[in-house]
């Protein structure tokens, strides 16, 4: 084993077989001081299910420990049934790391067993799982008879993946295998997310939400790596999908840059669907299916949920088609950076963007110069840069001399900046270390007096406010918000929420002018819908306030009391 650390990037060379490699990686984490060892990603994402189970039935105390306890035993269950070929990447770290077992494997089944929580919950308790949600976002732009990859990693583990990022540099022994980088983060014992391995193949892992889930598949990290370890075509990589089981709901971004092809592979329950590009510019996958017969089959969460997804391809379709044209890497980068929502072309703090607040991990790969870039900013969202740029091959790293930084030199106001870390404040406490929501409420105040015209920051900061029976200030946020650009279902959730104010403070004749106003759009969420029609009987009330619980990935809480 091999560390550098070049720019707040832990670079790790690993020789051998699975057991070795594992084994080197644990011996590395356990000389960590203790309390780095804490900061590792594996502390949130081990909790992380659990936590939604609690919040999912928190009506009936003592449920929760109870449902978390039998959930933990469940993982064990699942773990203890995986053949030995997988547990033996995982067994070994776990020794040589000294890191509890139960924490590995909690973690390596929390992605999928997230998507079995949410495919078993109610309508009322689904919502609640979004908040442990996976997302991603990849695009594959083709220039100049080449293809680059870029790709943000958005998943639960803020300030705690984000701050300890790596790329492995794998070199297998096994025959059969070849080598590949893995861009991941330290103590994550699993290099199938994001990697491009010598034939040219390269991949990215994003989740989707179904009904239809597999409690017999395998982690889907697994397949990552055989595709990775094996694949030396694209119809090869194709058909290592096809033959795997999976637990939950995935796609796969796949390009062979030798071939010059490139694909999305959705998988379900031992289905796959293969997308082909939409255009000629490149291919863009976010969280949302392509395929329409998986989408028969898709969980609805929320209006915001499906218009952040689309949005964030839109995007990425929209800056494939011009650098195709006349490719640039700074331009290139600034998609992954980008703050601009596409349904009102204006700059946003969060929501609907392609710079997520979860987006723990930014890279591209290059292989017209055989090169790597990886964001080295150390807060989400990491997309907005600076980037390292790194050989491939672990071996020509010694011939950087002067790392440079490539910043993206992004239109983003210092305020902007500002308020952008006090959001990503806001959102570490409230939804990865669970603070008490004034703590998050208090950022949001500071992020909307340095950035006050950003509508989706003001009804975040709307959302705390009724939770905190402010609804004064409440109805001025929500009415600031409508005041400003916001896309058709935003506006609407903003009325719903300035007549939740409205009701409280008396003024029922402007409550229900708002609610109809709702009912005259066109399109209408169906959750929303039926909400506005009940409160038109019923006015929004004091008690509602304890049943608001935001969700800080998305402009709209996860239910509408």
């Known amino acids: ?3 550098k650390l070049i720019k707040n990037i832990h670079l790790v060379r690993l020789s051998g077989t699975h057991r070795e490699r594992a084994e080197q990686h644990g011996r590395l984490i356990a000389s960590l001081p203790k309390e780095e060892q804490k900061r590792l990603a594996f502390t949130p994402l081990s909790k992380k299910n659990q936590t939604l189970i609690k919040r999912a039935t928190h009506r009936i105390p003592g449920v929760g420990k109870l449902m978390g306890g039998l959930y933990e035993a469940f993982v064990l269950e699942r773990f203890l049934r995986l053949p030995k070929v997988y547990r033996e990447r995982i067994e070994p770290f776990a020794r040589a790391s000294k890191i509890p077992l139960k924490k590995i494997w909690l973690t390596l089944y929390q992605p999928d067993l997230l998507m079995v929580l949410a495919a078993s919950a ?3 308790t689904r919502n609640r799982f979004l908040q442990g949600l996976p997302g991603c976002s990849t695009v594959r732009i083709f220039s100049d008879k080449n293809t680059y990859f870029l790709r943000n990693l958005d998943y639960p583990a ?5 701050t300890h990022q790596a790329v492995f540099f794998h070199e297998p022994t096994e025959a059969g295998s ?6 991941s983060s330290l103590g994550m014992q699993i290099s199938g997310l994001t990697g491009w391995n010598e034939s040219g193949i390269a991949i990215s892992l994003h989740a989707h939400f179904s ?3 597999s409690l017999k598949g395998v982690p889907i990290f697994f397949l990552g790596e055989e595709i990775l370890e094996k694949a030396r075509t694209l119809d090869h990589a194709i058909e290592l999908c096809r033959a795997f089981n999976p637990i939950g709901a995935w796609a796969l971004n796949l390009t062979s840059f030798k071939e010059n092809r490139s694909v999305t592979v959705e998988l379900v329950h031992g289905e796959i669907h293969v997308r082909s590009p939409d255009h000629d510019g490149g291919i863009a996958h976010s969280n949302f299916f392509q395929s329409p017969e998986f989408q028969k089959h898709e969980l609805h969460f929320s209006g915001a949920f499906f218009e952040d997804s689309e949005a964030r391809k839109a995007r990425m379709d929209e800056s494939a088609k011009v650098l195709s044209v006349d490719f640039h890497w700074r331009s290139a980068l600034s998609t992954l950076g980008s703050h601009l929502e596409p349904n009102t072309n204006e700059l946003r703090i969060y929501g609907n963007v392609t710079s997520v607040i979860t987006t723990i991990q930014s890279c591209a790969f290059d292989p017209k110069e055989d090169c790597i870039y990886i964001s080295t900013r150390q807060e989400t969202p990491t997309g907005i840069g600076p980037y390292l740029k790194i050989p491939r091959d ?16 992004l239109p983003l106001s210092q305020s902007f900046h500002r308020a952008l870390h006090l959001y990503h404040q806001a959102y570490v406490s409230y939804q990865v270390k669970s603070e008490d929501p004034k703590v998050a409420h208090a950022y949001l105040i500071q992020a909307t007096e340095v950035h006050p015209k950003d509508p989706h920051l003001l009804m975040q900061r709307g959302y705390f406010e009724l939770m905190d029976h402010q609804a004064k200030e409440a109805h001025a946020c929500f009415d600031r918000a409508l005041q400003e ?11 719903y929420f300035r007549a939740a104010a409205s009701d409280l403070l008396g003024s029922r004749e402007s409550a229900i002018k708002d609610y109809q106003t709702i009912l005259g759009f066109k399109n209408v969420d169906e959750r929303l819908g039926t909400r506005v029609k009940k409160r038109l009987n019923r006015p929004f009330s004091w008690n509602s306030c304890k049943r608001i619980e935001p969700d800080l990935q998305f402009v709209e809480p996860i239910n509408y009391p």
């Open 1 to 3: 084993m091999e560390t």
């Open 122 to 124: 109610t309508q009322k």
């Open 158 to 162: 803020a300030s705690y993946w984000d």
């Open 178 to 183: 070849q080598k590949y980088a893995s861009v």
């Open 211 to 213: 009904k239809n889930v």
């Open 394 to 409: 672990f071996s020509k790293l010694d011939e950087i001399k002067d790392p440079e930084l490539m910043d993206l030199n």
């Open 485 to 495: 650009p916001l896309s058709a279902h935003l506006y609407q959730v903003a009325l």
